[in-house]
């Protein structure tokens, strides 16, 4: 069945390091891809998505390409604050699959010391 | 209201009793989700509703769990005879009208129940 596999955490970063959190995937049908992010005390917000094979979703200096290749969608950013510390979920959504439905990875916990 | 609303947000319960946790959608969501998060897991999906009617439950894990939408907005899912492994946050989510299976649709999720059973 889907499935999605990232990283495991924790994950800890000096303020303004680059941060790669690797996220690979197996699904039957053509997903879209995304990352969630957790803020401590917070609900899932959605952070970005690709809908397509060579797709880049990007926000708040967040950005990972969609990669049927190598069916990844690594996250990366670039300088990361203090204020980024959170867990970041990677998930799937296959229309051919798993009806529909997120299917997400188990989380990576980062956290940015300053 | 602006978000999804879940209520209670903590739920401390005995094991064996009766618990259930209620979800307040986006306005004019007409598909809303149920998920279950472990601690240290992702979310895991339990059930989807399109309107009033269960589209997929396949999630749920057993008989003791159920979930209704009467009017097609408020949700609620219900536990019974709850077990120390119910012990989760129960994350409920909406979207706009064409469900899972159409791909413009961002799923937004509100800040879940967290249920522990002692």
């Known amino acids: 069945g889907d499935s999605v596999t990232q990283m495991e955490g924790p994950v800890t970063l000096s303020e303004e390091a680059f941060l790669t959190i690797n996220c690979t995937y197996t699904?039957?049908?053509?997903?879209?891809l995304f990352w969630y992010v957790q803020y401590p005390g917070e609900g899932l917000q959605l952070l970005l998505k690709?809908?397509?094979?060579?797709d880049k979703g990007s926000n708040k200096g967040f950005e990972a390409t969609y990669r049927k290749e190598t069916t990844s969608f690594h996250l990366e950013k670039g300088s990361v604050q203090v204020s980024d510390s959170a867990v970041y979920f990677c998930?799937?959504?296959?229309?051919?699959?798993?009806?529909?439905?997120?299917?997400f990875g188990k989380g990576t916990k980062l956290s940015v010391k300053p | 209201g602006a978000g999804v609303s879940q209520t209670p947000s903590n739920k401390v319960t005995e094991k064996g009793k009766y618990v259930e946790l209620r979800c307040d959608p986006i306005?004019?969501?007409?598909?809303l989700y149920w998920y279950r998060q472990s601690l240290g897991q992702g979310p895991e999906f339990l059930i989807y509703?399109?309107?009033?009617?269960?589209?997929?439950d396949s999630g749920l894990p057993n008989d003791r769990f159920f979930a209704v939408r009467p009017e097609g907005s408020v949700s609620t899912l219900k536990i019974q005879r709850t077990e120390r492994g119910d012990s989760a946050v129960y994350l409920c989510?909406?979207?706009?009208?064409?469900?899972?299976?159409?791909?413009?649709?961002?799923?937004?999720f509100g800040e879940g129940s967290w249920l522990t059973v002692v």
């Open positions: 989510a909406s979207s706009q009208g064409g469900g899972p299976n159409y791909s413009g649709n961002t799923i937004y």
């Open positions: 699904a039957t049908g053509y997903p879209s």
């Open positions: 690709a809908t397509k094979a060579d």
């Open positions: 998930a799937l959504r296959d229309y051919g699959g798993s009806q529909g439905n997120l299917i």
């Open positions: 306005s004019g969501h007409t598909a």
């Open positions: 509703f399109q309107g009033t009617g269960a589209a997929d």
